[in-house]
T-cell receptor, first 113, second 114 residues
Framework: DAGVIQSPRHEVTEMGQEVTLRCKPI?????LFWYRQTMMRGLELLIY????????DSGMPEDRFSAKMPNASFSTLKIQPSEPRDSAVYFC???????????FGQGTRLTVV | TQLLEQSPQFLSIQEGENLTVYCNSS?????LQWYRQEPGEGPVLLVT?????EVKKLKRLTFQFGDARKDSSLHITAAQPGDTGLYLC??????????????FGTGTSLTVIP
């Protein structure tokens, strides 16, 4: 298995633009997590899905952020409009429900200028 | 939100030295994990501890879960440059049939100088 696949690896965009981050979880995994990592706040849980259904989105910072999981093999995290303070590394992770291990993608480094 | 505090935040040591990293919380966890993250990569799981007082060893790394399942420590013996990285603890308080929810600690950045 190729592991969790995220795209793009790097994204540079101007303030006000829409940004879409993509994630393909490990085949067979039924939990998917979106995290944001910064020096100041560390690794923050934004939202997670079980069986494609959002379970907890309390970590989503504001309405500019939205996430979808239309099927078991694909999820997106959208920021619209983007702001410089959204600059961070965004990670997607997947696991099996009932497992204590999460597998992470390589992350998307987002820079909003 | 469960808060996991790690200490120290930064650690720079010479090759061959021993070190201990701590992970503390006021909450009880059903399990606790330790991850290591290298630059440009996502965190990778090192170990999971489940039972209070449990000790697990992974080569030169020793992990301990507190008796009350609120804290954990990671001890590295004879550190090597390859141990350099960001060490993260993570707690899974919501360990139910509906899913997992992992909250990560603040991280310890370790640098081992050759």
């Amino acid at each position: 298995d190729a592991g969790v696949i995220q795209s793009p690896r790097h994204e540079v965009t101007e303030m006000g633009q829409e940004v879409t981050l993509r994630c393909k979880p490990i085949s067979g995994h039924n939990s998917l997590f979106w995290y944001r990592q910064t020096m100041m706040r560390g690794l923050e849980l934004l939202i997670y899905f079980n069986n494609n259904v959002p379970i907890d989105d309390s970590g989503m910072p504001e309405d500019r952020f939205s996430a979808k999981m239309p099927n078991a093999s694909f999820s997106t995290l959208k920021i619209q409009p983007s702001e410089p303070r959204d600059s961070a590394v965004y990670f997607c992770a997947s696991s099996l429900i009932g497992s204590a291990e999460a597998f992470f993608g390589q992350g998307t480094r987002l820079t909003v200028v | 939100t469960q808060l996991l505090e790690q200490s120290p935040q930064f650690l720079s040591i010479q090759e061959g030295e021993n070190l201990t990293v701590y992970c503390n919380s006021s909450s009880v966890f059903s399990s606790l994990q330790w991850y290591r993250q290298e630059p440009g990569e996502g965190p990778v799981l090192l170990v999971t501890v489940v039972t209070g007082g449990e000790v697990k060893k992974l080569k030169r790394l020793t992990f301990q879960f507190g008796d009350a399942r609120k804290d954990s420590s990671l001890h590295i013996t004879a550190a090597q440059p390859g141990d350099t990285g960001l060490y993260l603890c993570a707690g899974g308080p919501n360990f139910t049939n509906t899913g997992n929810q992992f909250y990560f600690g603040t991280g310890t950045s370790l640098t081992v100088i050759p």
